[in-house]
């Protein structure tokens, strides 16, 4: 069993999603992650989910999805070669007097911006792959992380390869 | 300018649909409307769970799409059962359901329910149209759906203002629809296709496993061609019986829980199996590691996604059944006949033939053999789920495919007669028979007031043993006989055909029973036989759930 990133282009139709990601659920696979977002063809949207599952699990699951009507294509980009990111919003407590410097810190070695202020608290915006943000938020948790709100991964191919339609 | 409504009939009819079955309601008024001088025939059900089985049982005698309709709300939601049931079986259904206007969607307004939600996982694919532009277009892409690649049901949700609403759009019905996304394979890879071929000439006990895409492909003569051309014994699932006439020497009859031993002691010492349109059900492999454990596994499937989902398999080709076979047809060039295998398969047929009791008593089997005795190989057989399907499938001789209609892979009691009245509209000309448990038949048991309106003189014979019979005989044998509410008390079950103005006889007697089946045949309508059958009468053989299928109990009798 390992995480698998999936990339999947669909039509982006009403209850698109909802089919994609009912069949996980029916289909007991759990979604570690998932983003959705329209993409460079109009009309289509691209999800990325992230589940885990042996090889014969994560096959079934792919050939599943193939089925569906608005699923135009289906890959697994584990084994390629390929950049991910998350993106993170993190709320953190961090009062003036105490642990505001070391918060700020900390987020300048993980090249997070601070994008809010409060008197009791910071808000940290910060990107890279999934085990970035694992680490950062650990860190964090020290001082208190009063709100953590991830994208869900997203992932692309090196060089010239690319996750397109070829159906 | 037409009303959503007149495209709709109009589209219905420009597919090829010959009768709709349905059930009439609010929003769907204004389909009724249309349909009142369309010339397209519509059947009243007294369910609407009932259209949609009635349109299965039309799909699956005809092999054409079958149609059912219903109002908003209860009327959609009545007919889950039976999208779900043709979904399993990969059956070709359309099914349109009223919604509530679209001004109101998602308001709970009255009778809204939300039907292409609830469907998302027992149809291919369904839609909510919102724009009468969009209709025509929706209805060529529902059957097509429905009747390509891997058939199955396809609802179309249509809210009220979209059937009243005008458009002038032209109904381009007819052209095959673009779809992005869905692009079936029908030919088979031509490498695996001469992997296969090899596979099956360099193998010693090759054993055909033939399930319903089978029928489903039309693929009966291919699949009979490839079993004589090199004398490979064919065994059958439920879904296929029928593809292969039932008495054809190299037929081993049905697999699995309830198959014959032979197909099963065949399964289990082959070397090479062909799994043919076959899905490897539980209720077929039982243990999966115990099934065909010594055999280069083929398996041809038009759905990718069945191949390797239950048994790893050395051979996968995916196409559609009769395509492929047709490939390997043309390039099987062998003289070789496996005659020890046939020979040890003879003795086996021998050693362990299918049998039952012969004290005098009413038998079930018995009914079952005297039908298949007196009707001819186009008549048509649909059954019940339980005991009653299991001794049919057993015991009765199919010669044709498409002349069995069944609930397979969802089991669905009730499914039975009201598909019995869609096989019959189907095939006015030929006898139907709708063999039935007496539970099963009082999960629709309404549908004799559309038998009788009708006059569809389908016949209904009930097995009837005053219990849930296949659950009674799971209590016997599991639970130490204690028969937990499956005891049902009588029914008279002439007295309610009578009430319906359907005449019917009631059967105690094995000596009345060719009479009282030639009198049903003879009457011109719909008609009732009661059989009164050994109570505790069981389905043999049996694999206990979870055992290898060659670990079957109950072969002798008692
Ligand atoms: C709708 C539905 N409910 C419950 C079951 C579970 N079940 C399977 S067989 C059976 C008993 C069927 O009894 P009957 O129709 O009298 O047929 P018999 O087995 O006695 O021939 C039951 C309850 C089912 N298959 N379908």
């Known amino acids: ?31 570690e992650s998932l983003a959705v977002g329209t993409c460079e063809e109009e009309g289509m949207s691209r999800v990325t989910i992230v589940c885990i599952g042996d090889d014969a699990q994560i096959e079934q699951v792919m050939k599943q999805l193939n089925k569906l009507v608005e699923v135009i294509k289906v890959s697994d980009i584990t084994e390629n070669y390929h950049v991910e990111r ?74 010239t390869k690319t996750v397109i339609s070829t159906k | 300018m037409k009303t959503g409504a007149k495209i709709l009939i109009e589209g219905l009819l420009k597919q090829g649909t010959k009768t709709l079955f349905g059930y009439p309601g609010g929003v769907v008024l204004p389909i009724y409307d249309e349909l009142f001088d369309s010339g397209l025939p519509h059947i009243l059900v007294r369910h609407e769970q009932a259209a949609a089985h009635a349109a299965d049982g039309y799909a699956r005698a005809s092999g054409n799409v079958g149609v059912c309709l219903a109002t908003s709300g209860p009327g959609a939601c009545n007919l889950v059962t039976g999208i779900a049931t043709a979904y399993m079986d990969s059956i070709p259904l359309v099914a349109i359901t009223g919604q509530v206007p679209t001004s109101l969607l998602g308001n709970d307004a009255f009778q809204e329910s939300d039907i292409t939600g609830i469907t998302l996982p027992i149809t291919k694919h369904n839609f909510l149209v919102k724009d009468v532009k969009d209709l025509p277009k929706v209805i060529t892409e529902a059957f097509f759906l429905a009747k390509t690649g891997r058939p199955g049901p396809v609802l179309i949700d249509l809210p009220k203002d979209v059937c009243t609403a005008e458009s002038d759009v032209e109904t381009d019905i007819g052209s095959e629809p673009v779809l992005r996304g869905y692009k079936p394979t029908y030919k088979g890879h031509t490498r695996q296709i001469e992997r296969a071929v090899s596979t099956i000439i360099s193998s010693e006990r090759p054993v055909i496993y033939a399930g319903g895409g089978v029928i489903a492909s039309n693929a009966s003569a291919e699949l009979i061609s490839l079993a004589e051309k090199l004398m ?29 031993e032979y197909a099963n002691y065949a399964i289990t010492e082959c070397d090479c199996l062909i799994a043919i349109g076959a899905r490897f059900d539980d209720r077929v492999t039982g243990k999966v590691d115990a099934f065909a454990p010594h055999a280069s ?97 057993q015991y009765y001789c199919f010669k044709k495919p498409r002349t069995w209609v069944t609930s397979g892979g969802l089991g669905t009691m009730g499914y039975g007669f009201p598909a019995s009245v869609g096989a019959q509209v189907a095939f006015p000309g030929r ?116 055992a290898a299928i060659n670990e079957m109990i109950g072969g002798r009798p008692k």
């Not at chain 1, 995480?3 to 994609?20: C, D, K």
């Not at chain 2, 006439?245 to 699995?256: F, Q, S």
Request: glycine share 8%.
């Open chain 1, 1 to 31: 069993m390992k995480a698998h990133t999936l990339s999947i282009l669909v039509e982006n139709r009403a209850g698109v999603l909802s089919r994609v990601t009912g069949l996980f659920s029916r289909r007991g696979f759990n979604i």
């Open chain 1, 86 to 159: 998350e993106l993170a919003l993190i709320k953190v407590a961090a009062d003036p007097g105490s642990s505001r410097a070391e918060v700020m810190q900390i987020a300048d070695i993980f090249r997070a911006n601070v994008i809010d202020v409060s008197s009791k608290t910071i808000t940290l915006e910060v990107t890279g792959p999934t085990q970035k943000i694992d680490a950062l938020s650990n860190l964090l948790a020290q001082y208190g992380v009063k709100e953590l709100i991830r994208t869900g991964k997203i992932a692309i191919l090196r060089g």
């Open chain 2, 232 to 260: 490979i014994p064919v065994t059958t699932t439920l879904m296929a019986l029928g593809a292969i006439p039932g008495d054809h020497p190299l037929n081993l009859g049905m697999l699995g829980m309830h198959g014959t």
């Open chain 2, 297 to 393: 596994v083929i398996h041809i499937d038009i759905d990718p996604a069945e191949i390797g989902k239950n048994k790893k398999v050395d051979i996968p080709i995916v196409g559609d059944v009769k395509t492929v076979l047709t490939q390997i047809l043309d390039r099987l060039n062998s003289e070789k006949k496996y005659e020890n295998w046939n020979a040890r398969i003879r003795q086996w047929k021998e050693k362990h033939p299918l049998i039952y009791d012969n004290d005098g008593k009413l038998h079930p089997q018995f009914v079952i053999q005297t039908l298949n005795s007196l009707l001819s190989a186009d008549d048509i057989i649909v059954s019940e789920v339980g005991q009653n399907q299991m001794w049919t499938a």
């Open chain 2, 431 to 546: 006898r139907v028979f709708d063999i039935a448990g007496d539970g099963s038949i009082q999960m629709n048991i309404q549908e004799l007031g559309t038998v009788s309106q009708y006059n569809i003189p389908v016949k209904i014979a009930i097995l009837n043993n005053r219990f849930l019979g296949m659950v009674r005989q799971w209590q016997e044998l599991f639970y130490n006989r204690r028969y937990s509410y499956t005891e049902l008390p009588p029914v008279d079950f002439v007295k309610v055909a009578n009430a319906y103005g359907i005449e019917g006889i009631r059967v105690d007697d094995p000596s009345c029973v060719k009479q009282a089946i030639k009198d049903s045949i003879a009457h011109e309508g719909p008609f009732v036989l009661d059989f009164r059958i050994e109570r505790e009468e069981n389905v043999f053989p049996m694999v206990p759930a979870g």
